[in-house]
């Protein structure tokens, strides 16, 4: 079993940076690739970035050049460092983990939920 806890969500005007992070404890051995997805209200959930453990990615169009993502091997630890936020970009974060390629399938670990909210 592996375990995640996420920080870094919040509110933020338009224009603003977020970090949010994501620690996986438990068996994290078993980990290929680590990311996140979002879902905003009414929508399904989607893709924003992936990140393989040789340091592979796939993010998504509609963050590219905003959205960085990374990862702290030692510290089973990924990172998605958000600048220039919109307003569309408001949703609840999860931070996602498994043993699938960052082209694949989401991976079998989810996190709770971190809400990020970018208005004015």
């Known amino acids: 079993q592996v375990q995640l806890v996420e920080s870094g969500g919040g509110w933020v005007q338009p224009g603003g940076s977020l970090r949010l992070s994501c620690a996986a404890s438990?068996?994290?051995?078993?980990?290929?690739?680590m990311g996140w997805y979002r879902q905003a209200p009414g929508k399904e959930r989607e893709l924003v970035a992936r990140?393989?453990?040789?340091?592979?990615?796939n993010v998504a169009d509609s963050v590219k050049g905003r959205f960085t993502i990374s990862r702290a091997y030692a510290k089973n630890t990924v990172y998605l460092k958000m600048n220039s936020l919109k307003p569309e970009d408001t949703a609840v974060y999860y931070c996602?983990?498994?043993?699938?390629?960052?082209?694949?399938?989401?991976?079998?670990?989810w996190g709770h939920g971190t809400q990020v909210t970018v208005s004015s």
């Open positions: 438990g068996s994290p051995g078993s980990i290929n690739a």
């Open positions: 996602n983990v498994g043993r699938t390629t960052v082209w694949g399938e989401p991976g079998d670990y």
């Open positions: 990140i393989s453990w040789d340091s592979f990615t």
